[in-house]
């Protein structure tokens, strides 16, 4: 059983920045993606970045591309999600996930993961 605990989240001016992160723990495979996901209230939860084990691949939402910034440190089990330049529009309870996973392979959609954190909650003011 693999546990996902996200914390960073908060509330934050438009234009301003956040960095989440992601602590993974548990019987976790030798290698797996992980991924962030959104969900605002009254939505669906939609991708918003995901990265490979071996950090040489990512993915981004087009919403989020040359804003946000996701990262891991395999050594301290962890990945982040570094906000800028954040928008009314990004507010929403943010999820990280886990999969096990080929090294290079990195997903992009909610059924690709099997695992999820609580979330933390993003306020975005304008």
């Known amino acids: 059983q693999v546990q996902l605990v996200e914390s960073g989240g908060g509330l934050v001016q438009a234009g301003g920045s956040l960095r989440l992160s992601c602590v993974v723990s548990g019987r976790t495979f030798r290698s797996y993606a992980m991924g962030w996901f959104r969900q605002a209230p009254g939505k669906e939860r939609e991708f918003v970045a995901s990265i490979s084990w071996s950090g040489g691949y990512t993915k981004y939402a087009d919403s989020v591309k040359g804003r946000f910034t996701i990262s891991r440190d395999n050594t301290k089990n962890t990945v982040y999600l570094n906000m800028n330049s954040l928008k009314p529009e990004d507010t929403a309870v943010y999820y990280c996930?886990?999969?096990?996973?080929?090294?290079?392979?990195?997903?992009?959609?909610?059924?690709?993961?099997?695992?999820w954190g609580q979330g933390t909650q993003v306020t975005v003011s304008s």
């Open positions: 996930a886990y999969v096990g996973s080929p090294p290079s392979w990195v997903g992009g959609d909610t059924a690709d993961f099997d695992s």
